[in-house]
Nanobody, 122 residues
């Protein structure tokens, strides 16, 4: 069973920064990729950034490009989301998701963390 634990959320003023962490219960190399999601109040969960454990290739949704940076420390089974120049619309709950694609059946397995709350307000 995979466990993901997020931390690092909090309350900041607009323009501030936070670094979120997602610690996995096993090696990041057992996953195909890890994705950070944002769920604003009353909104659907949306992917904001993803990274591949092997090679560290990353992708971002347009609204966070230049402000958020996803990274990983494989020795610590941890994926980070550095969030700079935060805006009120970045408020909400942030979740990490680990995706495993079975290389034979191509079946997809997804594992979610419990989320961490971010509030951006003046």
């Amino acid at each position: 069973q995979v466990q993901l634990v997020e931390s690092g959320g909090g309350s900041v003023q607009p323009g501030g920064s936070l670094r979120l962490s997602c610690v996995a219960s096993r090696s990041l190399f057992t996953f195909n990729y890890i994705t950070w999601y944002h769920q604003g109040p009353g909104k659907q969960r949306e992917a904001v950034a993803s990274i591949t454990p092997i090679g560290g290739s990353s992708n971002y949704t347009e609204s966070v490009k230049g402000r958020f940076t996803i990274s990983r420390t494989t020795a610590e089974n941890t994926v980070y989301l550095q969030m700079d120049n935060l805006k009120p619309e970045d408020s909400g709950t942030y979740y990490c998701k680990a995706t495993i694609i079975n290389r034979f059946s191509r079946r997809v397995f997804e594992h979610w963390g419990q989320g961490t709350q971010v509030t951006v307000q003046g």
